[in-house]
C-alpha cells in the first residue's frame, strides 16, 4: 500500500509544487506534539493553539493560490468572450472551431485546479485523522466547525466554491453557444433542462462532486461492495463513457441484488416449519437455506465470466432459472416431496446474478457516480435482508386454489417467483446492454492510475495488513521514492484464473478473507437457526420470527452510518477490528444456555450484539480489503469481489451444513466431529498465517463459534438448589405453603406462590433427570413397563381389569407420557368459570419452558393426510389449540427428543422461596378442631425413604394453606387417609372421621382408548403422538409407531429390552398377566429374541373417547399411602360411549386404506385381518370372545386399554369449590387432574399444567389483596 506522502508527490502538478500542503511537514510535526505532551514539554493547550495556525497558514497559502488561478481562469475567459463577440458579428466556422478548443482549454486547466483542491483536501482530512488518533481529542470537528463558519473564512471558498461554479458557468455558456444549432442561438438559462453534452464540462461535474458529496459514510458503504476505487484522483479517472452508462440499467441492478437477498431470507422463517412438514427434521432447515448458498458457488463464477461477453443474457437467464427455483419451493408442498423443494433452492442459488451486478457496476458506472451506486448496492442486500423476513410474517395465511396450497410455507416461494417473473420482463423490456471492453482494454485504461500502487503493493506481499500506530507512522515518514519503473503488461493483466487471484492475495489479505468467513458463519448460524431456537425455547410464531429478523436486517444502514461517520475516524482499523471480534465473541458466549432458565432478553441480546458487532466487523473488513487488495482483482472474472463472494459463501455453506449436522448427530456425537473439525481448523490456520498471535486468536475465535450450536442446544439438567432428599429435611418445619404431589400441576403451581411466599412441595418420587427411560422419548415403554419400587410409573390395574399406571416422579404424568401437548378448548375453559385472558397467559408461561414443535416424519405425515382423506376436516396444521378437523399438536419433546417436564418449571421459581423434597409420602393432613367453626387444615407428616417421620406445619397466618396436587389418585386417597371421605369407609379402615364427604373418591372417569396396530413393510420413525384427528363425532383419532415399542435405542447394552412388548410387565405383552409364571415368561423371552426388529416394526393408530360419561370411583385399599386404592372406571357404561369408539375404529380403517398411508401397510392384510391380530394381544384382563363374528362393539369392550387421562374423585362442585377449596374445611385446597368433570382437550397435561400456574396466580393476588386490607 502506497503513502498518501509518496502518493502526493508523485501527482503533484510541478509549477504549483510549492503552494501544495506540505504533508510531510504537518506528520513531523504531529509526531513531535505527541513526544512532546508525552515527556511532559509542552502543555495541550499550547499544542492545540500552535497547530491551529499552522493548519491556518497552510490553508491560507492553498486558498491565496486558489483565488490567483481563478483569477487568471476569469482573465482567459473574458478575452475569449471578446473573440466571441466579434465572431458572432462576422461568423467563421474555423475560427469558432478553434474558440471553443480555447474554452476547452480552460476547462481542463481548471480540471487541474480542482485535483489540486482535492489533493490538498484529502491530505488536510489525513492530518487531522492522525492528530485525532494521537491525541484522543475530537480536534477535527472543532477546527472545521469554527473555520468553515467565520465570516471571514478562507475555507469558505473550498467548501462554497463560489469562484469555481462562476468559472464552470461562463464555460457551459459560451460552450453552448458555439455549439452549432443550425442559427438557433439559445442560452442554457432558457433552457435548462438542456444540459451540454461536453466531456469537460462533464468532468469538471464529476470533480466537483467528488469534491462536495463524497462523504466518509458513502465511502464506506460503497466499499462493502468491494469495488475498487482509487483514493487519489486523476484526470483519468473522470472519463465518462456515457454509451456504456445507462441509468434503467443500473436500477435493475440494484432491483436484482433487493429481489435476491429477499429470495435469500424470506424463507428463514418458516424454513423449519416447512421441513417438518414434509416428513423430515426440522433442523434440515439448514440444508434448506444453505443449498442456495451451495449453488451460489458455482452461480458466481460463471455469471462472472458471462458478464465479460454480455450483462443482459445473464440476467434473463437469472430471471428464468429464479421463477422456476420457486415454483419447484412451492410446489413441493402438494407434491410432498423434500427432494423437489431442495431441487428449487439449489435452483434458486444457481439464479445468483450478484456478480452480474456488481461487474455492472465496476465496469459500467461511471466514475464519478461509482461510490454512490457501490453504496446503493450494499444498501439494496441490507434491505433485502430486513424486508424477507418481514415479507413472510405478512404471508401467514392458507388456502387452495384448485389443488395448489398456498399456506406461511408455500406463500414466500409463489411470491418470489411472481416477483421473478414481472422483474424478468422488465428487464426484456428496459435494460440497455452496455458496449463490452475486452478485460485488455480495461487494461490498457486502467494501466497508468494503478501501476504504481499495483508495483508496491505486489512487491510488499509480505509485510502485515494491520500495522501499528508507530509502525504506520513510520512507513509513511519513509522518504523512498516509488519506483517508476514500467511494470510489465503481465503485471497489469487480470487474474486469468482462481489459482492466479490466489496467488496475488498477501498473507495480510488471505487473514482478512478468513475474518470475512468466520464472521458470515456466524451471522448465518444466527439468521438460519433463529426460527429452530426461537421455536425450541419460547415457542414464537412464525410472525414472530419474521418481525425479529426483520428488526436484525434494519440495523445494517444505521450502523455503517455510525462507523462509516464517526468510528472510523476516531479509531485505528486495527482496534475496531479487535474490538468487533471481542464483541463478537461476547455475543456468542451470551447465546450459550449454560445456566438456568433461557430467556428471551437473554437471546435477544445475544443476537444484537453478534450481529451488530459482525456488522461492523464486515464493514471495516471489506473496507481494508478494498484498499489492499491488488489492482489486478479490480477488474475481470476472478476479481476481489468474486474472491469475497466465494468465501462468504462457503461459511454460509459451512454453517448450515453444521446446523443439519447438529439436528441429525446430536450433541455427543456432534462434540466428537467439532473436535476433528477444530484440528482442521487449527492447522488450516497456520498454514495461511504462519505462526503468530493472529492465528491464534483466530482459531479461538473459530473454536466458540463452532460450539455456539451445540452448547445453545445441550439438554441441560437444571441445577435446582432447592431439591433434596427427604432423608436431609429437619424433623420439624413451616411454611406459608405445602404442597403436595409434585406433579403436573404442582410443580408450576408451586413455582408461582414461590415468588411471594415460603413454600414447601413434597414429591413420593425421585427426580427425573438423570433416569433414562425419563427423559428419552425412545424409552417410553421401558418406563411403563419397569415395575421396580423406584420405578417412574407405579403399576396398578384398575377394577375393570385393565392395566394402568400413575406417575411416581417430580413432573408427574408429564415425566411418563406420551408427550402430547395441546390445550382445551374455549368451551371447556368457559364452562370452568376461568378467566380466559390469565388462562391463555397461563398456557404461553407453560409453553415458554416446556412445548416445542414435533419433527413431521414420514409415519405421522402418512396418518396426518390419511385423516385428512377420511374426512376429518380442515387441515388445521400445526397448533397447540383445539379445533375440530385434523392438526399436528405440540410436544414436550425437543428436537433432539429428549423430554421436558412439568418439573423444568421449577426453573421460573424463586430459590429462596422454595424447599423440593424427594422420596417423601405424605400419611396424614392435620387438622384443628378445637375453637374452629370447622377443621382447618395445618400441617402434615411425611415419611423419608428410611422411614424417619418430619412434620410440616403452616406458619400463623389466615392466607396459608396446604395443596394437595397429588393427582387424580393420591389426592382422593390422602383425603380419605386424612379422614375426610365416606364415613362407612372410614370407619372399615378405623380411620378418624375429619369430614363426612361421601363424594370424595366418585365421579373417577378413564377416557378409553382402542387400537389397531399395523406392522409396516417399510421402516418407520419412533414417534409418539403428534398428530390427532378432532372428528365431530366424539372421538379422537391419533397414532405412535417405531421401535421404542420393542427396545431401548438409546441404551448402550447389548440386552433387548421389548418395551411395552414385555413378556414380563409390557401392556402389550405376548404372555397373558394370568399366564406369566416364570417359566412362561423365560420361555416367550428367548422366543422374542430370535425375532428381528422387523418383526415389532409398525405402528398404533388408536382413538380415544370424548369426556367420557361413563364414571366410576376409587376406595382404600388399606391405610399405607404407597399402595394404590381400589379403582373402577366402568369402561363402555353409558352406550354413547361405545358408539363413538365404534366411530373411531371406522375412521381408522379409512385411514388405514387411505392412499396417504399405503406405504405403511402390507397390501395383502385386510382391516379385519389387523383388527383380528390386535384383539389377540392380551391387552387386558377382560374375557375373549370369538373374533371371527364379533362386531365392532365388542372389539371396543374387549381391547379397552387406557391412554392414561383418567380424572375425577375431588371434582369442582362436588368435593371442592370453583376456587378449588375442599368443602367443609378450611386451609385446604385440591388443584390437580382429580378436580376435572371431564378430560380437556385431546390430552390432558397442558391444561393440567395451566391450571397450577393458574391457580398460583389467583391464590397470589387473594394474598396481596388480603394484606392490603389489614
Known amino acids: 500500500m502506497v503513502a498518501f506522502g509518496k502518493k502526493l508527490k508523485e501527482t503533484q502538478i510541478q509549477e504549483w509544487q510549492r503552494y501544495y500542503i506540505n504533508y510531510k511537514l504537518m506528520k513531523k510535526k504531529v509526531k513531535q506534539y505527541a513526544q512532546q505532551i508525552e515527556v511532559g514539554a509542552q502543555d495541550r493547550r499550547h499544542v492545540l493553539m500552535e497547530f491551529s495556525r499552522m493548519l491556518d497558514n497552510q490553508i491560507e497559502k492553498i486558498v491565496l493560490f486558489i483565488l490567483e488561478q481563478q483569477g487568471k481562469l476569469a482573465s482567459r475567459i473574458s478575452m475569449h468572450n471578446e473573440q466571441h463577440e466579434v465572431l458572432l458579428q462576422r461568423p467563421e466556422i474555423s475560427q469558432i472551431a478553434q474558440l471553443r478548443e480555447e474554452f476547452r482549454a480552460v476547462g481542463q486547466d481548471l480540471l487541474r485546479l480542482l485535483f489540486f483542491v482535492e489533493m490538498n483536501a484529502i491530505g488536510l482530512r489525513k492530518i487531522l485523522k492522525k492528530f485525532d488518533k494521537r491525541f484522543g481529542y475530537r480536534f477535527t470537528d472543532y477546527y472545521v466547525t469554527t473555520r468553515a463558519n467565520h465570516p471571514y473564512s478562507q475555507l469558505q471558498q473550498v467548501f462554497k466554491q463560489v469562484g469555481i461554479v462562476a468559472v464552470v458557468g461562463a464555460l457551459s455558456r459560451n460552450l453552448t453557444d458555439l455549439q452549432d444549432r443550425h442559427g438557433s442561438y439559445l442560452s442554457i438559462y432558457d433552457q435548462p433542462s438542456l444540459p451540454l453534452q461536453d466531456p469537460v464540462i462533464d468532468s469538471i461535474k464529476a470533480a466537483v462532486d467528488r469534491l462536495t458529496n463524497s462523504t466518509n459514510f458513502l465511502c464506506f458503504l460503497g466499499q462493502h461492495a468491494l469495488i475498487m476505487q482509487e483514493e487519489l484522483p486523476t484526470p483519468l479517472d473522470d472519463h465518462v463513457d456515457d454509451e456504456r452508462y445507462h441509468f434503467v440499467s443500473l436500477l435493475l441492478n440494484l432491483a436484482s441484488t433487493f429481489l435476491y437477498m429477499v429470495n435469500t431470507y424470506i424463507i428463514v422463517p418458516t424454513a423449519d416449519g416447512y421441513s417438518i412438514s414434509l416428513g423430515a427434521a426440522g433442523t434440515v432447515c439448514g440444508v434448506v437455506i444453505g443449498s442456495m448458498a451451495i449453488a451460489q458457488v458455482a452461480s458466481s463464477l460463471y455469471f462472472s465470466a458471462w458478464s465479460n461477453k454480455s450483462y443482459f443474457r445473464p440476467l434473463i437467464f437469472s430471471s428464468l432459472i429464479l421463477v422456476i ?31 452480474v451486478n456488481r461487474r455492472y457496476i465496476s465496469d459500467c458506472v461511471p466514475v464519478k457516480i461509482r461510490m454512490q451506486a457501490s453504496a446503493a448496492f450494499v444498501s439494496a442486500s441490507a434491505l433485502g435482508i430486513a424486508c424477507g423476513p418481514a415479507l413472510a410474517g405478512l404471508l401467514q395465511t392458507n388456502f387452495k386454489i384448485y389443488k395448489l396450497t398456498f399456506n406461511a410455507d408455500t406463500l414466500p416461494g409463489w411470491v418470489m417467483a411472481l416477483a421473478w417473473f414481472i422483474y424478468l420482463l422488465w428487464v426484456w423490456i428496459s435494460f440497455k446492454e452496455p458496449s463490452h471492453k475486452t478485460e485488455v482494454d480495461i487494461v490498457q485504461h486502467e494501466a497508468s492510475t494503478r501501476q504504481a500502487g499495483n508495483d508496491a503493493l505486489e512487491k510488499g506481499l509480505g509485510q502485515p495488513l494491520l500495522l501499528t500506530s508507530d509502525e504506520q507512522q513510520q512507513d509513511e515518514e519513509g522518504d523512498q521514492e516509488c519506483d517508476g519503473s514500467e511494470a510489465s503488461e503481465e503485471s497489469d493483466r487480470p487474474a486469468a484464473s482462481i489459482a492466479s487471484a490466489y496467488r496475488l492475495l498477501t498473507p495480510s489479505v488471505k487473514v482478512q478473507l478468513f475474518i470475512y468467513f468466520m464472521l458470515k458463519y456466524s451471522m448465518e448460524i444466527l439468521l438460519a437457526e433463529s426460527s429452530v431456537i426461537t421455536t425450541y425455547y419460547f415457542s414464537w410464531s412464525t410472525g414472530t420470527v419474521a418481525v425479529f429478523l426483520a428488526c436484525l436486517g434494519l440495523t445494517v444502514l444505521p450502523v455503517n452510518i455510525v462507523v462509516g461517520s464517526y468510528i472510523t475516524n476516531m479509531f485505528e482499523d486495527r482496534q475496531i ?11 456468542i458466549m451470551l447465546s450459550f444456555n449454560l445456566i438456568g432458565h433461557y430467556s428471551v432478553p437473554q437471546y435477544v441480546c445475544s443476537a444484537l450484539i453478534t450481529f451488530v458487532s459482525a456488522e461492523v466487523l464486515e464493514g471495516v473488513n471489506l473496507s481494508l480489503l478494498s484498499r489492499v487488495m491488488s489492482s489486478r482483482l479490480a477488474c475481470g472474472t476472478y476479481n476481489g469481489g468474486l474472491l469475497s463472494t466465494e468465501a462468504g459463501t462457503f461459511a454460509r455453506v459451512f454453517a448450515d451444513v453444521t446446523i443439519t449436522l447438529a439436528g441429525y448427530l446430536g450433541q455427543n456425537r456432534l462434540s466428537v466431529w467439532f473436535r476433528s473439525l477444530l484440528r482442521i ?47 436431609s429435611a429437619p424433623v420439624l418445619s413451616y411454611y406459608d405453603y405445602i404442597i403436595v404431589g409434585g406433579g403436573t400441576s404442582g410443580c408450576p403451581l408451586a413455582a408461582t406462590l414461590s415468588q411471594n411466599a415460603s413454600v414447601l412441595l413434597i414429591e413420593r418420587g425421585g427426580s427425573p433427570y438423570g433416569n433414562q427411560n425419563v427423559t428419552n422419548l425412545g424409552s417410553f415403554g421401558d418406563t411403563l413397563a419397569d415395575t421396580s419400587p423406584k420405578s417412574a410409573a407405579q403399576r396398578f390395574i384398575s377394577e375393570d381389569g385393565v392395566y394402568n399406571a400413575r406417575a411416581r416422579v417430580l413432573g408427574g404424568g408429564s415425566s411418563v407420557n406420551a408427550g402430547f401437548y395441546t390445550r382445551a378448548s374455549p368451551d371447556f375453559v368457559s364452562k370452568a368459570g376461568w378467566d380466559g385472558r390469565l388462562v391463555n397467559k397461563s398456557y404461553q408461561w407453560v409453553e415458554k419452558m416446556v412445548a416445542f414443535k414435533p419433527p413431521m416424519l414420514q409415519w405421522q405425515s402418512a396418518v396426518r393426510d390419511g385423516l385428512l382423506e377420511a374426512g376429518v376436516l380442515p387441515n388445521n396444521n400445526f397448533t397447540y389449540d383445539h379445533i375440530i378437523g385434523t392438526k399436528v399438536g405440540g410436544t414436550i419433546f425437543d428436537l433432539d427428543g429428549h423430554r421436558h417436564t412439568a418439573a423444568d418449571l421449577l426453573q421460573y421459581a424463586n430459590p429462596k422461596g422454595l424447599t423440593v423434597l424427594l422420596r417423601a409420602t405424605v400419611h396424614r393432613i392435620f387438622f384443628r378442631t378445637k375453637g374452629m367453626l370447622r377443621p382447618k387444615a395445618h400441617g402434615v407428616v411425611f415419611r423419608d425413604e428410611a422411614g424417619v417421620k418430619h412434620k410440616a406445619y403452616l406458619k400463623k397466618r389466615s392466607m396459608n394453606e396446604i395443596i394437595l396436587s397429588a393427582g387424580a389418585l393420591g389426592s382422593p386417597q390422602l383425603l380419605m387417609l386424612s379422614g375426610v371421605g365416606p364415613a362407612h369407609q372410614l370407619r372399615s379402615h378405623n380411620i378418624k372421621i375429619t369430614l363426612d364427604q361421601p363424594l370424595v373418591g366418585r365421579g373417577m372417569a378413564d377416557n378409553p382408548m382402542n387400537a389397531v396396530f399395523i406392522p409396516s413393510p417399510n421402516p418407520v420413525e419412533v414417534s409418539l403422538i403428534q398428530v390427532v384427528g378432532i372428528t365431530r363425532m366424539g372421538t379422537y383419532i391419533e397414532a405412535a409407531s417405531g421401535v421404542n415399542f420393542a427396545s431401548n435405542p438409546v441404551s448402550d447394552s447389548p440386552q433387548r429390552d421389548f418395551g411395552m412388548f414385555s413378556p414380563q410387565t409390557g401392556q402389550l405383552s ?22 428381528s426388529n422387523e418383526a415389532f416394526r409398525g405402528g398404533f393408530i388408536l382413538e380415544k373417547v370424548i369426556g367420557p360419561r361413563s364414571t366410576g370411583h376409587l376406595e382404600l385399599r ?10 373402577t372406571f366402568n369402561y363402555f357404561k353409558e352406550p354413547e360411549d361405545l358408539r363413538r369408539c365404534v366411530d373411531g375404529i371406522r375412521t381408522i380403517a379409512k385411514v388405514i386404506q387411505s392412499k396417504a398411508f399405503s406405504n405403511f401397510r402390507y397390501p395383502d392384510l385386510s382391516i379385519q385381518a389387523l383388527i383380528n391380530m390386535t384383539y389377540n394381544f392380551p391387552v387386558n384382563l377382560l374375557p375373549k370372545h370369538d373374533n371371527d363374528s364379533t362386531s365392532l362393539e365388542q372389539f371396543c369392550k374387549d381391547t379397552v386399554m387406557t391412554i392414561w387421562h383418567y380424572h375425577g374423585g375431588c371434582q369442582v362442585g362436588r368435593v371442592v369449590d370453583p376456587n378449588y377449596k375442599v368443602l367443609g374445611l378450611d386451609g385446604l385446597r385440591v388443584i390437580d387432574g382429580s378436580t376435572l368433570l371431564e378430560s380437556p382437550g385431546t390430552n ?19 394474598r396481596f389483596a388480603k394484606n392490603r386490607s389489614n
Open 681 to 727: 481448523v487449527f492447522e488450516a490456520a497456520k498454514a495461511i498465517m504462519g505462526c503468530g498471535w493472529w492465528w491464534r486468536l483466530i482459531t479461538a475465535a473459530i473454536t466458540g463459534i463452532l460450539c455456539f450450536h451445540g452448547l445453545c442446544h445441550a439438554h441441560k439438567v437444571p441445577n435446582y438448589t432447592f431439591v433434596q432428599h427427604a432423608t
Open 1118 to 1127: 388399606n391405610r399405607n399411602p404407597d399402595d394404590n386404592p381400589f379403582v
Open 577 to 587: 477490528l479487535l474490538g468487533s471480534e471481542i464483541m463478537v465473541g461476547i455475543g
Open 1244 to 1262: 390432558p397435561q397442558a391444561t393440567v399444567m395451566m391450571l397450577g400456574r393458574y391457580m398460583g396466580v389467583r391464590i397470589l393476588k387473594e
Open 325 to 355: 427455483g420457486n415454483t419447484l419451493y412451492a410446489l413441493a408442498y402438494d407434491l410432498d416431496s423434500i427432494a423437489i423443494l431442495l431441487i428449487g433452492r439449489l435452483c434458486c442459488g444457481l439464479g445468483s446474478a450478484r456478480a
Open 1070 to 1091: 405376548v404372555v397373558p398377566p394370568k399366564q406369566r409364571t416364570p417359566e412362561a415368561i423365560a420361555k416367550a423371552t428367548e422366543a422374542m429374541k430370535a425375532l
